[in-house]
């Protein structure tokens, strides 16, 4: 049995992953953390810090300092979830890629390795609504999904 629990850099996702946890402990699973690095979301923060600031001579500069900031922040996030999740003496990993969010979270839910897709509510903007990013694939996704509030 294996898990796939979705993060993107949000205190939600983080609830989802550590509820994961009692889950997976009960169950004896194992457990995916995967992410998405989407450079569209890089070129839209580069963009509105340009049209902010009026500084837009260097908009790629930002681009390029976004995007690695956006690879460690993801990468230092599950590195501290394994950290737990190792602690718990649960079988986890975890995997990050690169492309839009939408069709990257449905290949890898529907690659039929997986019995349940965990994920947050909200994401990131923390908006009082249910994710955009479930509303994109909660009908394309065979496993079941697990929202955590």
């Given at each position: 049995m294996k898990y796939l629990v979705l993060l993107d850099g949000s205190k939600w996702s983080q609830k989802a992953a550590l509820h994961a946890i009692t889950i997976a402990k009960r169950k004896g699973a194992?457990?995916?953390?995967f992410s998405v690095l989407d450079i569209r979301e890089a070129k839209a923060m580069a963009f509105n810090f340009c049209a902010q600031s009026g500084i837009c001579d260097r908009v790629k500069d930002y681009e390029v300092q976004i995007w690695r900031d956006m690879k460690k922040n993801i990468q230092d996030e599950l590195a501290a979830i394994l950290y737990h999740y190792n602690r718990e003496r649960i079988r986890c990993s975890s995997k990050?890629?690169?492309?839009?969010?939408?069709?990257?979270?449905?290949?890898?839910?529907?690659?039929?390795?997986?019995s349940l897709v965990v994920m947050g509510a909200y994401g990131r903007s923390g908006k009082h609504r249910i994710s955009t990013l479930f509303e994109e694939v909660a009908g394309e996704m065979k496993p079941p999904v697990l929202i955590v509030r």
């Open positions: 194992e457990v995916v953390f990050i890629v690169e492309g839009i969010t939408r069709d990257e979270v449905i290949q890898e839910a529907n690659s039929g390795e997986y």
